[in-house]
């Protein structure tokens, strides 16, 4: 989720240097895009019965914050306009609280749903046929 979330704002401020004031549309597509990936990857996780799931999505949140706050000053620096380590500060703390929630509401509701979806019955699993005994060879 951190790369996701670092490609995303890197791709923005991308676009940015071309657009600089007409992305109110876009800013709302790539959040919304963001928000669905989170939503849909843990109803996937809670609907497969993933041990651990809620936990798992609340570390990966805090995780995700300063991570993508990392690359993205990263991205930022090598393709869009030579970005200084004093962008790093408000990128790690900012920047990574709403990350964070970024990925851990939507989470939360993927979680809330995915749990209530019922899985598709398995199928039965038949006995292997028993091989019939080879007849004796003749001389």
């Known amino acids: 989720m951190a790369v996701l ?19 109110t549309t ?5 959040i919304a895009l963001l928000v669905g990936a989170a939503a849909l990857w843990s109803a996937l996780d ?4 993933r041990a651990d799931a ?3 999505w609340f570390i990966a949140s805090l995780v995700a914050g300063p991570v993508s706050g990392v690359l993205y000053v990263i991205g930022r620096a090598v393709l869009v306009d030579r970005t200084g380590a004093e962008e790093l500060w408000p990128a790690i ?12 509401v939507p ?14 019955a398995e199928p039965e699993k038949r006995p292997r046929p028993t091989p019939r005994p ?6």
């Not at 979330?5 to 992305?23: M, S």
């Not at 809670?46 to 019965?49: C, D, M, N």
């Not at 080879?134 to 001389?139: E, I, N, P, S, V």
């Open 5 to 23: 979330h670092a490609i995303a704002e890197v791709a923005l401020a991308k676009a940015t240097v071309y657009e600089p004031t007409g992305l």
């Open 26 to 30: 876009a800013r709302i597509a790539v």
């Open 46 to 49: 809670a609907w497969l019965r």
């Open 107 to 120: 989470a939360g509701l993927g979680l809330f749903v995915g749990g209530r979806l019922k899985r598709p």
């Open 134 to 139: 080879r007849a004796a060879a003749k001389d």
């Open 93 to 104: 703390s900012g920047g990574a609280a709403f990350t964070a929630l970024l990925v851990l």
């Open 54 to 56: 809620g936990r798992t």
